[in-house]
């Protein structure tokens, strides 16, 4: 087995080498590392949920994932630890598209709960609770436990710039072949595995650990503003500016909304004023942080 192993790494190694090839690897499971002195390290959280539908409001978390990590405030995650899984059965029939898209089928999940109890135990050390798009899971898990509210949360889907740093795409499978692995998708412990492992890595780049950008992006505040009862004639510009569509019914409903950094927050009201409003007119704005960000609450 040894010898089969040494086998078909020369023949990886070889073809790297011959540059007509690419190879990738399965994703295999990371030793910890030794804790350099003087880095302060923080107890991080990785989770990821498979539900019925894209709607947090009325559909159910099916399958949830957790995976505490140790990591510094260097960016550098230091250990990985023991993953929690577990199924749900929702009120109703898992529909056949997800059953088709994550494996899982009524008879998985049938009878099963997940022990609120032993979620919050599990969530409770964690400084940070990340997920790749955490708008989405943020939300199933506010809904689902109260031990989510409390935590600042991050998103290594949208806070590491992925394409800047060359990369095609920032759904999971994309980064695993850019960063040279694969894994088994579409279930959430293995999607955190992977995703843990692409901040383990530094970005090809600018040479800094993934989780480092991440960590930097979560860490600064943001300002929302919203371009209420903008003129309908009016609104292509702010989509060209960046602006998204709030077409729920969260406050403000259906109105164009941006987030921008601190510095750029006087710049976008003058925007607002002089381009939209034609006046002195006060858009609404919030201050958005890591406690907030990607919740419903804003």
Known sequence: ???????????????RASGEYRVLRRLAPRLPITIPDGVVT?????VDVETTGLDWRRDEIIE???????????GRIYGIGEAFQGFRQPAAPIPAEITALTGIDDAMVAG????????????APAA???????SFDRRFLERFSEVFRTKPWACSMSQVDWIAEGHEGVKLAYLAAGAGFFYDRHRAVNDCTAAIELLTLDLPKSGVPAL???????RTPTWRIWAENSPF???DRPRARGYRWNGDDGVPARCWYVDVADADKEAELTFLRQEIYGGQID???????AYDRFSERC
Request: glycine share 2%; net charge neutral.
């Open 128 to 134: 940070l609770v990340v997920a790749h798009n955490a």
């Open 64 to 74: 949830l994932a957790m995976i505490p990590f140790r990591y510094g405030l260097d």
């Open 283 to 289: 858009p609404l704005t919030r201050r958005i942080d």
């Open 212 to 218: 480092a950008s991440l960590l930097e992006r979560a």
């Open 112 to 123: 099963k709960a997940i022990d609120l109890d032993a979620v919050a135990a599990v969530a």
């Open 1 to 15: 087995m040894a010898e089969r192993a040494l086998d078909l790494e020369a023949m990886a190694v070889t073809l």
């Open 42 to 46: 923080r107890s991080g959280l990785f």
């Open 233 to 235: 004639a009016m609104k």
